[in-house]
């Protein structure tokens, strides 16, 4: 579990960098993303996540029960200590719970960078549009067609006089 973990973690961290910098492979990932994101993949991504959150929540209580323990058993010395055995479970339980931990950050991570990528790449789309459209604006009003703003005025000053 600790392998699929890391590679699960290395490959997010793959997907939020190609989010995070603008390179070749960011179309593609936002691609992948739409495309993971249509029909039943956000259930299904919903599902894996409630079920990684209640695998670490089951891991960060048998941590808390290793420490329950140890709690009321004294050594030779009286002070309280962990055996080996619970040393080693409290470790393994300690790394797959850290690592379910942030897999699921960096899950939240690549969601919020899809949509601001999105956002952006709208933005600037929406902008171009603008400002092609005040260029031409700007061209007709400097240029020509002032025959054709005569008739505008005229409007205008028939509606102030109603």
Same mark, same amino acid.
Request: glycine letters at 6%; proline letters at 3%.
């Given at each position: 579990?600790?392998?699929?973990?890391?590679?699960?973690?290395? &490959?997010?961290? &793959?997907?939020?960098?190609?989010?995070?910098?603008?390179?070749?492979?960011?179309?593609?990932?936002?691609?992948?993303?739409?495309?993971?994101?249509?029909?039943?993949?956000?259930?299904?991504?919903?599902?894996?996540?409630?079920?990684?959150?209640?695998?670490?929540? @089951? @891991?960060?209580?048998?941590?808390?029960?290793?420490?329950?323990?140890?709690?009321?058993?004294?050594?030779? &010395?009286g002070?309280?200590?962990?055996?080996p055995?619970?040393?080693?479970?409290?470790?393994?339980?300690?790394?797959?719970? @850290?690592?379910?931990g942030? @897999?699921?950050?960096?899950?939240?991570?690549?969601?919020?960078?899809?949509?601001?990528?999105?956002?952006?790449?709208?933005?600037?789309?929406?902008?171009?549009?603008?400002?092609?459209?005040?260029?031409?604006?700007?061209?007709?009003?400097?240029?020509?067609?002032?025959?054709?703003?005569?008739?505008?005025?005229?409007?205008?000053?028939? &509606?102030?006089?109603?």
């Amino acid at each position: 579990m600790i392998q699929l973990l890391f590679t699960l973690l290395a &490959a997010e961290g &793959a997907v939020a960098a190609t989010l995070l910098f603008k390179t070749p492979l960011r179309r593609l990932s936002v691609l992948a993303l739409d495309r993971l994101k249509q029909g039943r993949g956000p259930v299904m991504v919903r599902t894996i996540a409630a079920t990684v959150l209640v695998v670490l929540a @089951s @891991s960060l209580h048998s941590m808390a029960k290793i420490r329950g323990h140890t709690e009321g058993e004294l050594d030779g &010395a009286g002070v309280v200590g962990l055996t080996p055995t619970d040393q080693v479970l409290l470790a393994r339980h300690l790394l797959e719970a @850290s690592l379910m931990g942030y @897999s699921l950050f960096l899950a939240l991570v690549i969601d919020r960078l899809h949509n601001y990528v999105k956002e952006i790449r709208r933005l600037k789309k929406k902008l171009e549009a603008v400002s092609k459209e005040n260029k031409t604006m700007l061209e007709e009003a400097t240029h020509g067609k002032p025959e054709e703003s005569k008739p505008d005025q005229k409007d205008i000053f028939d &509606a102030k006089d109603n």
